[in-house]
């Protein structure tokens, strides 16, 4: 199948000319590699922006309180430790 693609964005543009010139392909192959690439994107977003913001302060005081025990230094567990 061939397809003519006219009035690209620039930076999609930019991408297919980078691309290109960075793998020494043709421009025809680094435009087929783009679209291949953007059908393998994962369905599920896995970089937890979703939960970013989402704690009231009351709530991300209420967790800091919680860790606040293992947050504490025993300066006994950075004492040399003698072989015997």
């Keep these: 199948m061939t397809i003519s693609l006219r009035n690209l964005p620039p930076e999609v543009e930019k991408a297919i000319l980078e691309t290109s010139q ?3 392909i043709s421009r025809n192959k680094a435009t087929l590699r783009l679209l291949q690439a953007s059908l393998h ?3 599920i977003n896995h970089d ?17 309180a919680a860790l606040a ?7 006994a567990d950075w004492e040399p430790f003698e072989w015997t």
């Design 22 to 24: 960075r793998e020494g």
């Design 41 to 43: 994107k994962p369905a």
């Design 48 to 64: 937890f922006d979703e939960f970013i913001g989402t704690w009231s302060d009351a709530e991300a005081d209420e967790f800091d």
């Design 69 to 75: 025990e293992m947050r504490k230094v025993d300066p």
